[in-house]
Nanobody, 123 residues
Framework: QAQLVESGGGLVQPGGSLRLSCATS????????IGWFRQAPGKEREAVSC????????NYVESVRGRFTISRDSGKKAVYLQMNSLKPEDTAVYYC????????????????WGQGTQVTVSS
């Protein structure tokens, strides 16, 4: 059974940093692209970043480019999202999701999802 478990969320002041982790199990990690999504209250789920199964391709939504960095560790079967220079508008529940072979733009295309971790950016 495929599982993705997010961790690392919390409360941080504007300008601060957090590192989210997505631990995976139950599927062949190296065959899957992993994406990060977020959903703020009253808003639709938004794609934030994705990393291809080979790590050769990474992409980011414009609002986080230059501030967030996605990476993956095949040995640990985990994906990370380093978030720097956080802003109040980054406040949301962050989810990781797995899709076979390549990154996709739409959440419905992903096969497996985690339960999410809350990130709150506030002074």
């Amino acid at each position: 059974q495929a599982q993705l478990v997010e961790s690392g969320g919390g409360l941080v002041q504007p300008g601060g940093s957090l590192r989210l982790s997505c631990a995976t199990s139950g599927f062949t990690f190296d065959d899957y692209a992993i994406g990060w999504f977020r959903q703020a209250p009253g808003k639709e789920r938004e794609a934030v970043s994705c990393i291809s199964m080979s790590s050769r391709v990474t992409n980011y939504v414009e609002s986080v480019r230059g501030r967030f960095t996605i990476s993956r560790d095949s040995g640990k079967k985990a994906v990370y999202l380093q978030m720097n220079s956080l802003k109040p508008e980054d406040t949301a529940v962050y989810y990781c999701a797995a899709m076979k072979f390549y990154c996709a733009a739409f959440s419905y295309e992903y096969d497996y999802w985690g339960q999410g971790t809350q990130v709150t950016v506030s002074s």
